[in-house]
């Protein structure tokens, strides 16, 4: 489906993309570099080994704030944002009734009475129409400020020591899943200790009119251009790092078809937190258990298995392919893909249908890659 | 801009084909490497296949996505670079040369005549990209 470009959303950074040869393609409505000019496999293996900068201004922000922020979210998510302290985030997901994915998100407690919602870009207007259709009585205020926030992920083991030159903010008091309010390069930030790299580093978010100012101050500050600099990475990559890390894709491993515990995602779900969306299905499944399961698997012939291909065990087809690609830093070709709980064992061996050829593969732990820590 | 030699055929598909005598060597030019990225994996056929024009012989893959590659001319397949199978990466630092794919015995070595010259393949990958 080719939306004209002239009907994509732009982020901030746009021109700056072109300007650094980003090639543009169009995802989730948006235009954005899908790789720049040193390529997919090179922005990789620099985010693992020194850091990369990800454009993600086009991720959602929602709002909500009042006496029954936390009530109101805790009714909507999966996770308990009960938990959370001022200054934490927490990766969580919007339920249906029945216990499948309306998306994944973080919640981020700025106070008792004020959360924020960070959803994916391609579902920012489902999301709303969701959450606002949700509240019914609650007292809280929700707010669609997408269009306030432009988001500069900074990922890879330099990540900190680059991002430390630009703030007094000391990042390295800031732990995982936490984040402060802090100037970067003086401009008033959120700087969070988050990604979807599999890598430490941070997300930073600001006026969407100091985007350029940051991007190209991460930029200088990692010494772009040098060999073991900082590069900018586009889409592909943000991808291949996170299928590394074994994280899932909204719209690839999880979707309103997939529930939360066949996609690994039970601890994202309390369901001993108090009702919300789904928890009655959700229960029921735990109760039954489920019948198919998200596994990571390795190709152990030549060929790359692609989202979407057909997975058979003993000839017989099975499950689909919900991501699957080269891993650049891994070196192997590697997928996740559902496959019926029974045969979701380890060293279980799998055959894709690449295309009309059958290619060996086997089931392997999820994540691929853990950073050394 | 993408190095598009003179003394090479082009097809729309963006392929180049070499003319030695009755054999064609085939491959993709640096305008399709550069657009698919970093090559990762080239599926070729093996000696001895035939293939009429335009059929598809292989295919080949960048991070991201598949692109199938199709024969410009009818023939025989006499070789295939083996090499790709380890560096791959060959198609996007050498696409004219190391990168080549296959060798064919072409049927009519006439059929060469009817892809695009380096000039016109210049213009088609330009009103390509419009």
Known sequence: ?373 | MANVPDNLHYSKDHEWVRVDGDTAVIGITDHAQDQLGDVVYVELPKAGEEFAANDSFGSVESVKAVSEIFTPVTGKVTETNDSLNDEPEKVNKDPYDEGWMIKMKMRNAGEVDSLLTAAEYEDFTKAESE
């Not at chain 1, 009119?209 to 190209?216: F, I, M, N, T």
């Not at chain 1, 039954?288 to 698997?297: A, Q, S, T, Y």
Request: glycine residues 10%.
């Open chain 1, 1 to 373: 489906m080719a939306v004209p470009a002239l009907d994509l959303k732009k982020t901030p950074l746009n021109d700056l993309h072109r300007e650094l040869g980003g090639r543009m393609v169009e995802f989730g409505g948006w235009d954005m570099p899908v790789q720049y000019a040193t390529g997919t496999i090179t922005e990789h293996l620099r985010t693992r080994t020194h850091a990369g900068l990800f454009d993600v201004s086009h991720m959602g922000e929602i709002d909500v704030r009042g006496r029954e922020a936390i009530a109101f979210v805790n009714k909507i998510t999966s996770n308990d944002a009960s938990k959370l302290i001022d200054g934490q985030a927490q990766y969580s997901a919007l339920t249906t009734p029945q216990g499948t994915v309306i998306d994944d998100l973080l919640v981020y407690r700025f106070a008792e009475d004020h959360l924020l919602l960070v959803v994916n870009a391609g579902t920012t207007d489902k999301d709303w129409g969701w959450i606002s259709s949700h509240q019914t009585g609650e007292a809280v205020k929700l707010q669609n400020v997408s269009a306030d926030y432009c988001q500069i992920a900074l990922q890879g083991p330099d990540a900190i020591s680059i991002l430390q030159t630009l703030t007094e903010t000391p990042l390295a008091e800031i732990k995982y899943y936490h984040f402060v309010r802090g100037a970067v390069d003086g401009v008033d930030s959120i700087i969070s200790r988050t990604g979807y790299t599999g890598e430490d580093g941070y997300e930073v978010y600001a006026a969407p009119e100091k985007a350029g100012q940051l991007w190209s101050k991460m930029l200088d500050a990692g010494k772009f251009g040098s060999e073991k600099g900082i590069l900018a990475c586009g889409l592909a990559a943000r991808n291949t790092l996170r299928l590394e890390a074994g994280m899932c894709l909204y719209g690839h491993e999880i979707d309103e078809e997939t529930t939360l515990f066949e996609a690994n995602l039970g601890w994202i779900t309390k369901l001993n937190k108090g009702d919300f969306v789904g928890r009655d299905a959700l229960t029921k499944q735990k109760e039954e258990g489920i019948k198919r399961k998200l596994v990571g698997f390795e190709v152990t012939d030549r060929g790359i298995a692609r989202d979407g291909q057909d997975v058979l065990i003993d000839g017989e087809r099975v499950g689909k392919v919900t991501s699957g690609s080269p891993a650049p830093f891994l070196k192997k070709n590697i997928g996740m893909a559902y496959v019926p709980f029974e045969l979701a064992k380890l060293d279980q061996k799998i055959e894709i249908d690449v295309r009309g050829k059958r290619v060996s593969a086997r089931i392997v732990p999820l994540p691929f890659y853990k950073r050394a820590k």
